[in-house]
Nanobody, 120 residues
């Protein structure tokens, strides 16, 4: 059973930085895209950043230039470096991994969520 374990959330002042980590374990299937989503109360979950196994990245416009997603394929770990944080970045951040079976079937797994709170 695949498990994603997140770490690194917390409380920070506006303009500060945090780094989230997410390690996947227990998978016999390949991990293709890994990414970070966030959700704040009353809002839909949105994709923040994603990275393919080849290193191609994608960001939501609101975090471009401030957040950086990276991954260590050998460790099945994805990171999100968040700089110049703003109060509107406050949310629960969820790690996502898309896995691919030997037969080409894809499925998603999610982390437990890490709270990021940015004070003004």
């Amino acid at each position: 059973q695949v498990q994603l374990v997140e770490s690194g959330g917390g409380l920070v002042q506006a303009g500060g930085s945090l780094r989230l980590s997410c390690a996947a374990s227990g998978s016999r299937d390949s991990i293709s895209t890994m990414g970070w989503y966030r959700q704040s109360p009353g809002k839909q979950r949105e994709l923040v950043a994603s990275i393919t196994s080849g290193g191609s990245t994608n960001y939501v416009d609101s975090v471009k230039g401030r957040f950086t997603v990276s991954r260590d394929n050998a460790k099945n770990t994805v990171y999100l470096q968040m700089n110049s944080l703003k109060p509107e970045d406050t949310a629960a951040y969820y790690c996502n991994a898309r896995l691919v079976t030997a037969f080409g079937y894809t499925y998603d797994r999610w982390g437990q969520g890490a709270q990021v709170t940015v004070s003004s």
